[in-house]
């Protein structure tokens, strides 16, 4: 039967398979079971139901996860009560804000009884295994926390009641009731439900089996500064080379004095967008000054929208509201930026048709440019979320659950293009030069910091229609070499 802990102003709630031995025990917390729960108290979460071992196996145990995800809203995580983890560890699922569908792992590739492999690929997992189910070519283990989306709470609830029905008929082999969530995410991935792979870094989580091997696990948890790991995960592991080696260089140093003063996210993109329309005044002075103190603005302004993001990840503070603020802020700075430098260029010309030179026609182009860049990405974007859901709701189980080897739709082969992609997501300097390839904004930062104080705006327009052009040819090559992937 389980037990439950309730708190109200959650939206994810977890279930913790306290069904094996290890669960009961020692730590200085008591048992396992009880230091989990204590950390999960610290968590934004609505309630914790317990399943403790009714004698019943491995497939009552998946029935009892069955009957409570069907009677809950929201996100739902699964895990053992066995694990010892550092509370990041667990924060990477149950405070992200997506509260979507994933798996806590780690690209410490070593399989072990309590680590099975998975196969990640662009951030999701494609492939997982068990004792049963075997996994080529795997390049991370599950560390056993499940969260699963509200959107595929239905799913799991019937991936659950099936592998119970394998699981009491004898037809997954010798499989123990330690392997309940192992067997779950393998149903979820072969049943086409996309996963996100939650990376846990720095972090540990692993299971236990012994009191020795508990001992050992929480020993190694003090050899880690979760501190410091919260801070380093703030900021953007995979962000452009201008914002990763000339903003957020300096600007993780401001996270922790931003988050005392009580600074929010959206306060600090507030003051980014004053600095940005301070940036587009100045420029419009003409002047060679006005240029400098305008682009040296137009960089702070970057580097707090940089912050307010790392802000956000640090303190948590995430909100529908702020996300959509911030997207619409970095359009609306640049294009009060490409106004400025314009009149800056027409101050005191004799005015033509499209002004001075041209420059208000060149203006208008290259924000269109960004107009129709910016639609490429967000309606691709759009088209495979639409598609994955369609795909989730239509699609029949991509993998049968009682098949032991993982092949099939993986060993299609990828075309070239994909190839050199990934290729050069390996190589350390080609994946810089694929990042500044489709000029982030990072980059366009830069190129109008430059070549506003070092030249004029007509520089500055040209610079960004040529970089711009370029970019847009290749991303439009690989989105429509993604599409017929």
Avoid at 6 to 16: G, I, K, L, N, Q
Avoid at 253 to 259: C, D, G, L, Q, T
Avoid at 280 to 289: C, D, E
Avoid at 294 to 311: E, M, N, P, T
Wanted: hydrophobic share 50%; aromatic share 6%; net charge neutral.
């Amino acid at each position: 039967m389980p037990d439950s802990l309730t708190c109200e102003t959650a939206t994810t709630s977890v279930v913790v398979l306290a069904t094996t031995p290890a669960s009961g025990l020692s730590c200085a917390d008591g048992t396992l079971l009880d230091r989990l729960t204590d950390q999960l108290a610290t968590l934004p979460v609505r309630g914790v139901q317990v399943v403790s071992a009714g004698g019943g196996g491995l497939g009552a145990d998946l029935r009892e996860v069955a009957k409570i995800v069907r009677i809950s809203s929201g996100a739902v995580v699964v895990l053992p009560a066995d694990l010892v983890a550092h509370t990041e560890a667990l924060a990477l699922l149950l405070e992200h804000p997506s509260r979507n569908t994933a798996a806590l792992v780690s690209y410490d590739a070593a399989v072990a009884p309590m680590r099975p492999p998975v196969r990640v690929e662009g951030g999701k997992i494609v492939a997982a295994g068990s004792s049963f189910h075997l996994v080529p070519e795997a390049n991370a283990t599950f560390r056993g926390v499940l969260q699963t989306g509200e959107a595929d709470l239905a799913s799991l609830a019937d991936i659950a009641e099936e592998l119970a029905e394998l699981a009491d008929a004898g037809r997954l082999g010798p499989v123990t009731p330690v392997e309940a969530i192992d067997l779950l995410l393998v149903g979820m991935v072969r049943s086409g439900v996309p996963v996100r792979a939650a990376r846990l870094g720095q972090l540990h989580a692993d299971r236990v089996t012994g009191q020795v091997s508990a001992d050992t696990a929480i020993g190694r948890l003090a050899e880690v500064d979760e501190a410091q790991v919260r801070l380093d995960t703030s900021v953007k592991e995979r962000d452009g080379f201008f914002a990763t080696f000339f903003v957020s260089s300096w600007t993780r140093h401001v996270i922790r004095p931003a988050a005392r003063l009580g600074l929010t996210p959206n306060a600090v993109t507030g003051v980014s967008i004053g600095l940005a329309v301070l940036a587009a005044v100045w420029f419009s002075a003409g002047t060679r000054g006005a240029q400098v103190a305008g682009a040296v603005l137009l960089y702070l302004s970057f580097a707090l929208d940089c912050l307010d993001g790392q802000l956000a990840r640090y303190t948590r503070m995430f909100s529908p509201l702020g996300a959509w603020v911030d997207g619409m802020a970095d359009r609306l700075k640049e294009y009060v930026v490409y106004v400025g430098l314009a009149f800056g260029y027409a101050h005191g010309l004799p005015w033509r048709s499209g002004g001075p030179e041209g420059i208000w026609h060149l203006a208008v182009a290259a924000m269109i440019a960004q107009v129709v860049r910016h639609a490429v990405d967000f309606s691709f974007g759009g088209a495979r979320t639409d598609a994955a859901r369609v795909g989730a709701l239509w699609a029949k189980p991509v993998r049968s659950l009682l098949e032991s080897a993982d092949g099939g739709r993986y060993g299609v082969p990828r075309q070239g293009i994909l190839r050199l992609a990934q290729r050069m997501e390996r190589e350390s300097v080609l994946r810089w030069l694929k990042k500044m390839a489709v000029l982030p904004i990072g980059e366009r930062t830069a190129l109008i910091c430059l070549t506003a104080a070092l030249f004029n705006a007509r520089v500055t327009f040209v610079a960004l229609l040529g970089w711009g052009g370029v970019a847009l040819v290749y991303q439009l090559v690989g989105r429509i070499a993604r599409s017929t992937r």
